[in-house]
């Protein structure tokens, strides 16, 4: 017993010793076997190993990962038992995410419970860590795979952190309450919203927001609803394709911009999450059929960017194609279509702005880029375009702040005059 005793200090004090030793960075698992082997550590003495790592802070994520699956194979019972016993004190360290999804594999059940710490502050659930790899932030999004990866990706960045919960302090008071829940599963189109709320907000508009109707009731008479198209299923023909991004000059190619279906995501995302909505609102006693109704569109998932002599979100109402030029008079003109024709043949309309049909829109507001990717000064991103069929005229005071395209009726047809 006592030689017992004897060996048991003599480990703590080497455990010590090569304990101090650690730095970021370093193989755990080749560290362990090298110790192992080069000491007289037994099996039972990883136990009290790991409850000193527990309570550290040296050890990265993917370091955890490799402690806890070469504690497996050394002493699976003594690594359940000192997590039962040390889990709930350290769980907002976040040391040991991968540590109990492997844990969980082998039969623990630790429940990675996402609450979150404060409300004020995140939008993020404590649960999700600051990573420095992608390799590290790729295991995060497998452990939370049924999520939006862009949602775990910018609560796992410090930067994207950051800078999305600057704009969630200021619109905290006007999210509804089913916002974080679907931050989560629908981030392009929930942090959409909540940038546009941050525009108007620091333009002095008056904003109300309820868990129905539109998402924004701007100044007592104005209705907004705001819509960030995906790129869609991408076993469906009509999804648009990932971007291919070369890494190096041998992978530079020449790719086909899908500019047809970019614009079937755009017109896909207006009836389904606007116009769809807006028949809704009718029977709805707060509705009134006077007030203006403003659809926002972001398109920056869709990659591809725009052609800034028109952009595609304009393509979208008006129905214009291509650009023409007269070479004897320099004159510019583009051509036109009503329909694009999906994968199967089915008609979609691309002129909502050109008849009476869609008069309620009064206009569209607009931009191209994701809300990550967002000016310092926000709102410079965004323009606004008018419905010349509209029955309710959008104010001054609302297009002001933002760049615009006028269009106008000209007998039988349309013009557009781009104001910046």
């Known amino acids: 017993m006592i030689l017992q005793n004897v060996y048991r200090q003599m480990n703590q004090d080497v455990a010590n010793i090569w304990f101090n030793e650690i730095q970021a960075g370093d193989d755990m698992e080749q560290f362990l076997e090298t110790h192992f082997l080069g000491s007289c550590f037994t099996p039972s003495d990883f136990g009290s190993i790991i409850e000193k790592l527990l309570k550290a802070e040296k050890l990265n994520l993917y370091q955890w990962l490799q402690i806890v699956e070469k504690g497996l194979e050394i002493n699976y019972n003594s690594v359940i038992t000192v997590f039962k016993k040390e889990y709930s004190k350290y769980t907002d360290k976040f040391k040991h995410l991968f540590a109990i999804k492997i844990l969980n594999e082998n039969g623990m059940n ?19 860590p600051l990573v420095d790899s992608n390799e590290i932030l790729d295991e995060v999004k497998k452990i939370y795979s049924k999520y939006d990866p862009y949602f775990i990706a910018s609560g796992c960045t410090t930067e994207r952190r950051e800078k999305f919960d600057k704009l969630w302090i200021k619109y905290k008071p006007y999210a509804d309450r089913h916002f974080l829940t679907q931050i989560k599963t629908n981030f392009h189109q929930r942090s959409w919203e909540m940038y546009v ?16 109707g539109p998402d924004f009731i701007v100044n007592g008479n104005l209705y907004i609803e705001c819509v960030a198209p995906t790129k869609g299923d991408p076993t469906k023909p009509d999804s648009v394709p990932e971007m291919f991004v070369a890494m190096t000059s041998e992978e530079i190619c020449v790719q ?8 079937l995501r755009i017109t896909q995302a207006i009836k389904d999450k606007a116009l769809d909505q807006y028949e809704k609102w009718k029977v709805k006693k707060w509705f009134s059929a006077k007030a203006p109704f403003v659809i926002v569109v972001n398109t920056g998932d869709l990659q591809y960017g725009n052609n800034p002599s028109l952009p595609n979100v304009l393509k979208a109402l008006f129905g214009f194609q291509f650009m023409q030029i007269n070479m004897r008079n320099g004159a510019i003109n583009f051509s036109y279509r009503d329909i694009i024709k999906k994968s199967n043949n089915e008609p979609v309309p691309v002129n909502y702005f050109i008849n009476k049909d869609f008069s309620f829109i009064s206009g569209v507001l607009f931009s191209n880029k994701t809300v990550l990717n967002h000016p310092e000064n926000i709102g410079d991103d965004c323009v606004f375009v008018n ?6 005229r959008v104010s001054k005071l609302f297009i002001k702040p933002f760049k615009s395209w006028t269009a106008s009726k000209e007998g039988n047809g349309i013009s557009l005059r781009k104001n910046y």
């Open 387 to 392: 419905n010349p069929f509209d029955d309710n």
């Open 197 to 212: 709320g941050n525009i108007l907000l620091k333009n002095g508009f008056d904003l109300k927001s309820k868990d129905e």
């Open 110 to 128: 630790i429940s990675l419970n996402e609450t979150y710490s404060d409300l004020e502050k995140s939008m993020f659930f404590d649960e999700l």
């Open 256 to 263: 086909d911009v899908p500019f047809d279906k970019m614009i």
